[in-house]
């Protein structure tokens, strides 16, 4: 990108309007005393997942309502990085094949073959439905989609409309809900699942509907649809780029007995804290190659990754490879790879010192002073054909990507006068609530869409989030559109009131303390280094602290927090549950993989620095068995409960028009199952 675009450009890309919601009518029904609200479907969650579900699910006619804890937050709406990118094929100049594309989505393992297959042929439809909504995704004079290369992506799959690509989504999705008349009940938090052998709706706090007699605002929906599009538990972790209070639907489901999957698997990376500006430092942030350096408690500056690289090219080389190498994976650690930049940063952190990136200075010499003209290959070939070649990393950025300077300085920070704070953080959850081909989770009439869906496996491409969440939404609407009844009795009502009126006791544990203690565990235990003992102790620590909620109760400090504790509550059982999953696997002899190294002295991987082995984060190897499989969680009375259960296979299959056709005007193809391979 020219560094010349004019400013109302860039300002329309990077600051986001969202429209304003209709007034909301009140609920004219009552059931135990409190506002009954009945629809033919509730999507829980208004992030670019749940609204492509609400407005594909009402341009099928079904009477849906969004019930959303905050109309415009969560990941899609206030998340980034320096370019959001959308993983779909590849509509360049180069033709691409959906099986292939199929491969690359699942490529690391414990993904059914069949989900990666319907993303990767839904994805056409979800990016030309989004522009035809007005998504300005940037082409070429002839219409071709600009296209790059991203995380685990060889072929460039990957698009954006800059910064903000997923709030565009949300925006013009919500845009479209709203003209299609869709309700969407802002502070509104879904706190229980009501059930009996199948969904009857949910129990909910909302805002509006807090009275003396209802404090906490419980609200009824009844519902014989529920599609869960609450995100990802960002609030998991202390160290962590999501957007604040993202709490996700894991405990949520748990309690309901819902199957959930792939819990072992997420995503980590360098980025700034949801302290300050929560932002992923991918792409051409690093691209642009800043020098990177640490500072003391003494306030002394150390470049520190001169004690892991052995040339100044080598390390200014992986520095720019985080750009599309950006989430943390062990294998990378190896062979002076892109990964060790992590572990170098954990290190420092853990020693006690702050991390920075200085734009305003190249990375310091190792051996050879730093030069444009001394990098690999690869790197010095991208900067040259994007004309990054000024002679500061500020003037590369500001040449490439203008919006990711101009982005930090919405936020008050001007990387172009001081230099970044950033760590390594928890980004994203790849398992999540087991779904089939249509979204359908193990309870009847429940779905599940977006990141709380577990449709990833143990590596995603760099915007194969967002794609998953467009084509699931499609694929949710187009199955639960076939099956909706009237509205019944919001059955399981009485159960879920008693659970969750019993779980606030004023004598609890405090909010405060609890959020410390699941965070602190989380990213202190079950971060990119993992131990055996740590995980176990860890896991036993979780299953003390949901023992002692169950007998304690949680206590808000005012009722206006009473969702918040419940959902610190759920998060409580979430973090057992990850626990309990990425214990499993390491005691059944699980190895490295995506997001985490197990670190164990018996290890056949062996990180170096410069200065020799780095015998501490010796790791064990994967297993390739373990690709083949995936574990599941169920919380049934009271218990944990772990399985393994073999991918979804894909047989070769061919569709033919005549033969199939009947099967689609008939609504049979929600019925069967893809023919699956022999396992
Ligand atoms: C820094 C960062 C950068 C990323 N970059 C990319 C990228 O480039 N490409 C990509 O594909 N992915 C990316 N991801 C991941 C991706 O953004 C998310 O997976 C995706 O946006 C999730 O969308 P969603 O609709 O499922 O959930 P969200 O957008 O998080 O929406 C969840 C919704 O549910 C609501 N909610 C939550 N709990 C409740 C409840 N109990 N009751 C009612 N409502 C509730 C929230 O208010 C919100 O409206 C990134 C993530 C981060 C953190």
Known sequence: MSANVPQDILDALTDVDMPRLPPERAPTETVQGLPLIRAAAIVVGSGAAGLRA??????????????????????SACSGSDKQTLHTANTADQGDDFHSMAKAVRAGGAMDEDTAYVEAVGSVRAMASLQYLGLPLPQDAL?????????????????????????????????????????????????????????????AMRTQARTGANPFGLTVFSAPVVVLANGGPGELYRDSVYPNGCFGALGLALEAGI?????????????TRREGFPWNLSGTYV?????????????????FLAEYYRTTQEMASNIFRKGYQWPFHATRMLDFGSSLIDLAIVRETQAGRRVFMDFNRNPEAIDLPFSLERLDADVRGYLTTAGAIQARPIDRLRHMNPLAIELYRRYKVDIAAKPLEFAVNN?????????????????????????????????????????AGQVFGTRV?????????????PDGLDAALAAVRGALRPEGMAVKALKAEIQARMSDHAGI?????????????????????????????????????IQWRQMALASQAVLTALDHYIAEGGGSRGARAICDPAGQGVPHSVHGPLQDYRFREERPADRERQIVI?????????????????????????????????????GTKWPEAPQ
């Open 529 to 565: 280094l993992c131990t055996a003992d740590q995980v176990r102790q860890a896991r036993a620590g979780a299953e003390a602290l949901t023992a002692r909620l169950a007998a304690e109760g949680v206590a808000p400090a005012r009722p206006a927090e009473a969702a918040r504790a």
């Open 477 to 489: 609407a187009e199955d639960a559109a076939g099956a909706v009844t009237a509205p019944g009795a």
């Open 427 to 467: 980004q994203h959850m790849n398992g999540g609530i087991a779904v089939d081909v249509w979204g359908r989770s193990s309870l009847p009439g429940c779905y599940a869409v977006g990141e709380a869906a577990g449709t990833h496996g143990v590596t995603r491409p760099g915007g194969a989030a967002l794609n």
């Open 259 to 271: 199957d959930l999957v792939n819990l072992t698997e997420s995503q980590f990376g360098i980025g």
């Open 634 to 670: 169920r919380w049934n009375d009271g218990r944990m409960e772990v399985t393994c259960r073999p991918n979804r296979r894909l047989a070769p299959t061919r569709n033919f028009f005549e033969r199939d056709w009947p099967a689609w005007l008939t609504g049979a193809i929600h």
């Open 287 to 303: 691209q642009a190659l800043p020098h990177l350096y640490s500072v003391d408690a003494q306030g002394q500056e150390h470049a």
């Open 54 to 75: 609400a407005v594909e699910l009402r341009r099928r006619g079904v009477d849906v309502v969004v019930a959303s804890q905050s109309a415009w937050g969560g990941t």
């Open 143 to 203: 219409g071709g989609t600009l296209r790059y290369q991203t995380d685990h992506d060889v072929v460039g799959r990957a698009t954006s409309c800059g910064p903000r690509t997923s709030r565009l989504m949300v925006k013009v999705l919500a845009e479209e809900a709203i003209r299609l008349g869709v309700p969407i009940l802002n502070h509104t938090t879904a706190v229980a699942i009501l059930h009996k052998r199948r969904v009857t709706g949910l129990l």
